[in-house]
C-alpha cells in the first residue's frame, strides 16, 4: 500500500463551493435573453445568468470572510442550468464568460493565494457531446459508437421509447463512456492534464465510484499528479471511501458522513426528515454527545492523518437540501456544527450562501441565487460569527493539523483536545442546555497541574487544572467554546 501523500496547502484551506449560475452576474458581459429573474424561486431548466466574471468581482467579499480556495460546480460547455450535461470538455460555457473570462478569474484568484478546483464529470457525457452526437446521427456507421455502452440502433435518445445505451440512472441525456476503451481513457486523462496545464489547483470527481476501475483511476492520478504533484484530487463519495484513499488515486472525498454526523447531533430530532432523507447519507440517526464522538471516531479511523487533514468536510452542498432548512432555520445547530468544522480535522467547505443564512430544500431549492441585492436578507450575526470561526482556525495551526481526541462525551455535550507540538487547544460543544462540565485531564495530555486554559472563541473566561481536572467549564445552551493553554 502507498504512503498516503496529499497536499499541504489543502490542509489549510478554507473551500467555498459555488454553483456558477446562481452565485454572481457581471455587468462586463452580455446576457441571453430568457432568463429568470434573479430573486426568482429556482426551477430544474431554468438559467439566472451568474457568470465568472461575477465571482471575479466578488473576490474582495470572499477573502474577507476567510475563503482561500474555490470548488466550482461543472463549468464547461453545456445546455443544463448545473452543467453536468457536459457537451465540450475544452471549452467553458459562454453564458459563463467563456474562456476568457475563466482566464480572467484563476489568474485573479490566484493573485490572491486563491485555489481554484473544478468539477470534472468523467463517467458521462450528454447527447451533444461530440462522438456521442456523431453516433446518433451515424448510427453503427459512426467510429464513435465503441465510445459509449450502445445496445441497439437507431439510438432512443429524444424520442421516449426505452433507452438502449447505458446511461446514469437510466436519463436518456446522459450517455456513460466506455471507459475500458483506450480512446476514452486517453481523451479523459487529456482533459485533465489540460485544465492542470492551465493552472487550475486540482478537480473534485462527479460519481467516481461509477468508472469501477481502481486503475483507471491510478492512472488519473499519476497523469494529474505528473503535471502538478500539488493538483488536490477530491472525489464524490458519499459513504466510506477506504478503496479510494489507499494513496493511489484521490486526496479525499466529500465527507458526507461527518456531514450525517453533525445533522444527528447539533439537529437531532428536530430536524426537516423529508429534507433530510432520500440523499446519499441517509439515514441520518439521532446522536447523543456519546454518539457523536463514536460515529466521528469511526470516521477519522477509517483513514491515514495525511488524508484525514485533506477531507473536504461539508454541511450541505449543491446535492444536498441546505443544512439551515434541514434544522428548520436553528440558527443555533448551524452555528455549532461550523465551529465543529473549524476546528476538525480536513479542510471546511461552506456552500455558497451559507454563511449569510441562505435557505433552500432539495434541488432545485438548494440552488437558490446568492441575494447580493437583498443585504436585509442577509444574516449579519451569522456572518460575523462564521467569520470569527474561520479565523480563529487560521491564527492556530493546531487546528489544521494538529491532533485530535475527544475527552469528554456526556448527555449533549462533548469536548475534544487538539494538540501539536506545545500547543493545547479543548473546543467544548453544547447541543443542549447551559451546564456546568468537569473534564478530567489525563497526565498524557501535555496539561499539567495548574496550567491556566483561556478563552479564545465564546465568553470570556480562565480555567485552571487543578487535581487533574478541568473544573466548573460553562457552556451557555446550544453554544461552543475554545479554550488555549497557556505558555
Known amino acids: 500500500m502507498t504512503k498516503p501523500v496529499t497536499p499541504d496547502w489543502v490542509k489549510d484551506a478554507i473551500f467555498y463551493e459555488i454553483f456558477p449560475d446562481r ?67 475544452f471549452r467553458i460555457d459562454t453564458i459563463l464568460g467563456g474562456d476568457k473570462a475563466f482566464r480572467d478569474l484563476l489568474d485573479a484568484a490566484h493573485r490572491r493565494d486563491m485555489r481554484v478546483v473544478i468539477d470534472g464529470v468523467f463517467n458521462h457525457a450528454s447527447r451533444g457531446f461530440y462522438q456521442f452526437n456523431h453516433s446518433l446521427e451515424n448510427g453503427a456507421a459512426s467510429p464513435y459508437v465503441d465510445w459509449f455502452h450502445i445496445r441497439s440502433f437507431p439510438l432512443h435518445a429524444y424520442d ?147 488524508i484525514n487533514q485533506a477531507q473536504m468536510n461539508l454541511l450541505d452542498s449543491h446535492d444536498t437540501a441546505r443544512y439551515l432548512s434541514i434544522a428548520k432555520g436553528d440558527v443555533s445547530a448551524l452555528q455549532l456544527a461550523t465551529l465543529f468544522l473549524m476546528t476538525y480535522p480536513g479542510a471546511p467547505c461552506l456552500y455558497y450562501g451559507t454563511e449569510i443564512g441562505l435557505l433552500g430544500a432539495k434541488d432545485p431549492d438548494c440552488r437558490r441565487t446568492f441575494p447580493w441585492n437583498m443585504p436585509a436578507h442577509w444574516n449579519n450575526a451569522l ?37 501539536l507540538e506545545d500547543e493545547r487547544l479543548i473546543v467544548v460543544l453544547n447541543a443542549g442546555p447551559a451546564v456546568d462540565i468537569n473534564i478530567v485531564i489525563h497526565p498524557e495530555y501535555g496539561l499539567p497541574e495548574g496550567t491556566h486554559l483561556t478563552s479564545v472563541f465564546g465568553p470570556a473566561a480562565t480555567y485552571a487544572v487543578q487535581g487533574g481536572l478541568l473544573r466548573g467549564v460553562h457552556v451557555d445552551g446550544r453554544t461552543g467554546i475554545v479554550l488555549v493553554a497557556g505558555r
Not at 455587468?27 to 431548466?45: I, M, Q, R, V, Y
Not at 438559467?47 to 465568472?52: I, M, N, R, Y
Not at 460569527?385 to 456526556?410: M, N, P, S, V
Open 23 to 89: 452565485f454572481a452576474q457581471s455587468a462586463h458581459l452580455l446576457k441571453p435573453t430568457n432568463l429568470e429573474a434573479w430573486d426568482s424561486k429556482p426551477t430544474t431548466f431554468g438559467f439566472k445568468g451568474g457568470d465568472l466574471l461575477g465571482v471575479a468581482e466578488h473576490l474582495d467579499y470572499l477573502q474577507d470572510l476567510g475563503i482561500t480556495a474555490l470548488y466550482f460546480t461543472p463549468i464547461f460547455q453545456s445546455t443544463a442550468n448545473h452543467r453536468y450535461h457536459t457537451h465540450d470538455y
Open 160 to 306: 421516449g421509447k426505452p433507452v438502449n445505451y447505458d446511461a446514469w440512472w437510466g436519463i436518456p441525456a446522459l450517455p456513460k463512456f466506455n471507459t475500458d476503451l483506450p480512446a476514452v481513457r486517453e481523451f479523459i486523462y487529456d482533459v485533465a492534464e489540460y485544465w492542470v496545464r492551465e493552472g487550475i489547483d486540482g478537480w473534485r470527481l462527479d460519481v467516481p465510484g461509477e468508472i469501477n476501475d481502481d486503475e483507471f483511476w491510478r492512472e488519473f492520478r499519476r497523469r494529474v499528479k505528473q503535471v502538478n504533484p500539488d493538483a488536490y484530487i477530491v472525489g464524490e463519495i458519499w459513504h466510506e471511501a477506504q478503496r479510494w484513499l489507499q494513496g493511489d488515486q484521490f486526496d479525499a472525498v466529500m465527507n458526507y458522513p461527518v456531514t450525517r454526523a453533525c445533522i444527528g447531533f447539533f439537529v437531532g430530532n428536530k430536524r426537516d426528515e423529508l429534507l433530510a432523507s432520500g440523499v446519499g447519507y441517509a439515514p441520518v440517526k439521532d446522536l447523543d454527545a456519546q454518539a457523536f464522538a463514536y460515529s466521528i471516531n469511526n470516521t477519522l479511523g477509517l483513514y491515514d492523518s495525511a
Open 383 to 419: 456572518l460575523q460569527y462564521t467569520k470569527e470561526a474561520i479565523a480563529l482556525r487560521k491564527r492556530h495551526r493546531t487546528l489544521r493539523t494538529g491532533d485530535f481526541r475527544f475527552i469528554l462525551a456526556e448527555g449533549s455535550c462533548v469536548a475534544y483536545l487538539r494538540w
